[in-house]
């Protein structure tokens, strides 16, 4: 005779099993609705300084070459522009008037490194590389990441420019020394790109929100908040206003969403919906997402209209306006 406890735990058993046998079946089916883009390689990235970044990594993906390698080229090009004041050499200074730069990187086979509060090096995407392809780590900060960057052959350079000088000297007059966050001083370059492998990978590089306290770290180097890429389902990357994409982990939030069905755009919307439900005051910053699957759809989308994004594909460079959740 088989006893009340032994019965039920066998229908538990069962029962799970079957959830378990639903649960892979409908996943598979989502699966093969999405089949991989190959052959065709696509690049996204953000703002104006994306159409620059995105030729040189274009140059890299027609060649057949890889995706990782393709979005570190693309990213090094606003690092090394002074005159690009949000990335790298000739970013704007905290308020205490250093450059500090923050950077991440990650592939297709989900490995992922990252530098921040990283001072006198042109390049944190490529030193963030470097965390993760020669350390077991994920993230170096500050002199640790300094030093090994310089280990690694990467050279010392001043990067608070003239120009950068004296807008922080000008900010200074007013600021009474605290931090002002606003809608334009903080465009990150993120940069996600498929190669003709069918491949994913991005990097994400900034020196961070203007004249902000010394020692902050915004989203653009945390995995998960200001990049995330998945190579079965696509990935997301932001800009603005780190702090609000970090309390909502945004890129990954954005890739999880293309996991479960929705569309690139759809995802980022459904991000930045979120932002707007959970953070008070929200409406007084800027935040904007771009996303790629696997099938090489993409999308876009942002708090305030002003954000644009750059999209390569089929051998065309376009800027295009994100929709957005307030409207002109």
Not at 183 to 189: K, L, P, Q, S, V
Request: neutral net charge.
């Amino acid at each position: 005779m088989i006893s009340r406890r032994k019965f039920l735990a066998g229908s538990v058993v069962a029962t799970s099993g079957l959830l378990l046998n639903q649960k892979v079946s409908a996943t598979a089916e989502k699966s093969s609705s999405s089949t991989p883009l190959k052959g065709k390689p696509i690049i996204i990235s953000t703002w104006r300084h994306g159409l620059p970044a995105n030729e040189v990594a274009a140059k890299i993906l027609v060649k057949g070459g890889r995706s990782l390698d393709a979005v570190e080229a693309g990213a090094r090009v606003p690092e090394a522009d002074p005159n690009i004041m949000t990335v790298g050499l000739g970013g704007y200074p905290d308020r205490d008037g250093y450059v500090t730069l923050d950077a991440c990187i990650m592939d297709e086979k989900g490995n992922a490194g990252s530098v921040t509060f990283l001072q006198d090096i042109v390049h944190p995407v490529s030193v963030a590389r470097k965390v993760m392809e020669d350390t077991p780590h994920v993230m170096l900060s500050g002199e640790g990441a300094l030093q090994f960057a310089l280990e690694k052959g990467f050279k010392k350079q001043n990067l608070l420019t003239d120009k950068a000088k004296e807008a922080w000297e000008e900010w200074k007059k007013k600021s009474k020394y605290e931090p002002v966050i606003n809608i334009e001083n903080h465009d990150t370059i993120s940069i996600l790109a498929i190669d003709a492998n069918g491949d994913l990978s991005g990097a994400c590089t900034t020196s961070g929100a203007a004249f902000k306290m010394h020692g902050r770290v915004g989203d653009s180097p945390i995995i998960g908040a200001g990049l995330f890429c998945d190579n079965e389902v696509g990935g997301a990357a932001s800009t603005g206003m780190g702090e609000l994409v970090m309390k909502t982990v945004g890129s990954f939030l954005v890739v999880e969403l293309m996991r479960n069905g929705m569309s690139p755009q759809q995802a980022c919307e459904e991000a930045v919906n979120r932002i707007a439900e959970k953070i008070p005051g929200y409406e007084k910053f800027q935040i904007g997402y771009i996303a790629i699957n696997k099938a090489g759809e993409t999308g876009a989308y942002c708090i305030h209209p002003g954000f644009n994004y750059a999209l390569w594909k089929d051998g065309q460079n376009t800027l295009t306006d994100a929709t957005s959740l307030f409207k002109k």
